[in-house]
């Protein structure tokens, strides 16, 4: 069975910064793309970053670029999502999410998701 789990949510003042990791198990991990997605309550959820595990090709939301980074740790199976220079827009439940194959902005297209933490910035 396909695990993601992610850990590293909290509460951060803005312009602070917060890693978010995602760990893989039961998963073919090097076949695969990995994004980094958030949900506000009332709001769609939206594709924050993602990558190609293979290709190592990366895609930001316009919101994030620049202060954001999605990164591999391939030893570990595991992607991160660096956040830097965090703002109270950014406060959401961030969710993990996985598939085989290349990278894609609609969740729809993601088998495999992680239980989400949640990100809260305060002013």
């Known amino acids: 069975q396909v695990q993601l789990v992610e850990s590293g949510g909290g509460s951060v003042q803005a312009g602070g910064s917060l890693t978010l990791s995602c760990a893989t198990s039961?998963?073919?991990?090097?076949?695969?793309?990995m994004a980094w997605f958030r949900q506000v309550p009332g709001k769609q959820r939206e594709a924050v970053a993602h990558?190609?595990?293979?290709?190592?090709?990366?895609y930001y939301a316009n919101s994030v670029k620049g202060r954001f980074t999605i990164y591999q740790e391939d030893a570990k199976k595991t992607v991160h999502l660096q956040m830097n220079n965090v703002a109270p827009e950014d406060t959401a439940m961030y969710y993990c999410?996985?598939?085989?194959?290349?990278?894609?902005?609609?969740?729809?297209?993601?088998?495999?998701w992680g239980q989400g933490t949640q990100v809260t910035v305060s002013p």
């Open positions: 999410a996985a598939r085989i194959g290349a990278s894609f902005d609609q969740e729809h297209w993601y088998p495999y």
């Open positions: 990558m190609y595990i293979m290709t190592g090709n990366k």
């Open positions: 039961n998963f073919e991990y090097h076949r695969s793309s």
